[in-house]
Nanobody, 124 residues
Framework: QVELVESGGGSVQAGGSLRLSCAAS????????MAWFRQAPGKERGFVTA????????YYADSVKGRFTISRDNAKKTVYLQMNGLKPEDTAVYYC?????????????????WGQGTQVTVTS
């Protein structure tokens, strides 16, 4: 079993920054993909960004490209999401996800494990 625990959410003014962390524990990862999704009230959970564990390839949704950066620390089994230039429309619950099969997946159904989510609120 794999456990993902997110942290780092909070409230920030528009234009500000936050860094989210996702710590993985349990079954060891090999060439797995880690990703961040987000879900705003009344909306479906949507893809934000993903990173492959072994080759460090990344992919971003157009809405966050140039503002958000995903990275990982293999030794700590932790994935980070640095969010700069935050906008009110970035307000959502952010979820960390892990896929056992490597690849830059954007669909929620490609991910096997999910964290509990962390709230990000951006005020104007």
């Amino acid at each position: 079993q794999v456990e993902l625990v997110e942290s780092g959410g909070g409230s920030v003014q528009a234009g500000g920054s936050l860094r989210l962390s996702c710590a993985a524990s349990g079954r060891p990862f090999s060439s797995n993909t880690m990703a961040w999704f987000r879900q705003a009230p009344g909306k479906e959970r949507g893809f934000v960004t993903a990173i492959t564990w072994g080759y460090d390839s990344t992919y971003y949704a157009d809405s966050v490209k140039g503002r958000f950066t995903i990275s990982r620390d293999n030794a700590k089994k932790t994935v980070y999401l640095q969010m700069n230039g935050l906008k009110p429309e970035d307000t959502a619950v952010y979820y960390c996800a892990a896929a056992l099969k490597g690849g830059l997946w954007v669909g929620v159904d490609r991910y096997d494990y999910w964290g509990q989510g962390t709230q990000v609120t951006v005020t104007s």
